[in-house]
Nanobody
Framework: QLQASGGGLVQPGGSLTLGCAASELNLNRYDIGWFRQAPGKEREAVSCISGSDSSTYYADSVKGRFAISRDNAKSTIYLQIDSLKPEDTAVYYC?????????WGPGTLVTVSS
């Protein structure tokens, strides 16, 4: 029900916009987030936005470079990524959660390399 897109190979300092389209979900009420998992590391939360008050969270490592947003009319979640660093290389997953129910997208690979 979630399909992520927008990953790819980008040079350090570059930008990407990740998208996550939701089908059969009314994202208005969901907490949404982006997570990432780098090779050999655990999955970590990158950024989240609350479904109740639209408050946002950013991991310290991405503050000032990443921006999360959603378009409820299009049922799509976005993650704008600027000033990419090699350490941002990971599979990025989108997530939508409400109560005890959570949906995960299949992930999209972002590789930052020159």
């Amino acid at each position: 029900q979630l399909q992520a897109s927008g990953g790819g190979l980008v040079q350090p300092g570059g930008s990407l916009t990740l998208g996550c389209a939701a089908s059969e979900l009314n994202l208005n009420r969901y907490d949404i987030g982006w997570f990432r998992q780098a090779p050999g590391k655990e999955r970590e939360a990158v950024s989240c936005i609350s479904g109740s008050d639209s408050s946002t969270y950013y991991a310290d490592s991405v503050k000032g470079r990443f921006a999360i947003s959603r378009d409820n009319a299009k049922s799509t979640i976005y993650l704008q990524i600027d000033s990419l660093k090699p350490e941002d290389t990971a599979v990025y997953y989108c997530n939508a959660a409400i109560g005890t129910v959570a949906y995960w997208g299949p992930g999209t690979l972002v590789t930052v390399s020159s």
